[in-house]
């Protein structure tokens, strides 16, 4: 199975220059965790997470409503093809300890794929049970 069958193609997006806020402002509004930056083109340049904004904005001081999203976005996002095979999809998610991957063709952000999208589908639950234990394997139990 390839990443475009299990990929969601409707994707929000956000660019770089936009304030944090928006950013979060748009995590709520969508009920989600992470937003992909892209640039005018559409072309990929980052990712803010709900994460990036707690620790990289407000435990930092820094006034969302000013801090705009490229000064503390992530770069050097880890990416799939839509033809790349669902299980290399869960094996970078493992090997990066992410939960979501954006999909890009050509430079161009085409869909997203998330952990959830793999334990959704049959046929997929190991690869989304595997990539799950290796993402969480530095949590510890109380």
């Known amino acids: ?3 475009h069958e299990l990929m969601s193609s409707s994707v929000i997006s956000i660019h770089p220059d936009e304030p944090v806020s928006a950013a979060a402002r748009q995590l709520q509004r969508n009920n989600i965790g992470a937003l992909p930056v892209c ?11 709900d994460r990036d904004i707690v620790i990289r904005c407000i435990a930092a001081d820094m006034d969302p409503g000013e ?28 090997d990066h300890q992410v939960r979501r991957l954006p999909v890009v063709k050509e430079q161009q952000l085409v869909g997203m794929l998330s952990l959830c999208d793999l334990a959704r589908r049959s046929g997929c639950d190991m690869e989304a049970a595997e990539a799950l234990s290796e993402i969480s394997s530095n949590f510890r139990r109380l």
Do not use: F, Q
């Not at 640039?39 to 997470?49: N, P, Q």
């Not at 999203?69 to 493992?94: H, L, W």
């Open 1 to 3: 199975m390839k990443t």
């Open 39 to 49: 640039d005018d083109s559409g072309r990929l340049r980052g990712i803010i997470t």
């Open 67 to 94: 801090t705009r999203i490229r000064e503390i976005m992530s770069r050097g996002v880890v990416s799939v093809s839509p033809d790349d095979s669902v299980e290399d999809a869960a094996r970078k998610m493992a």
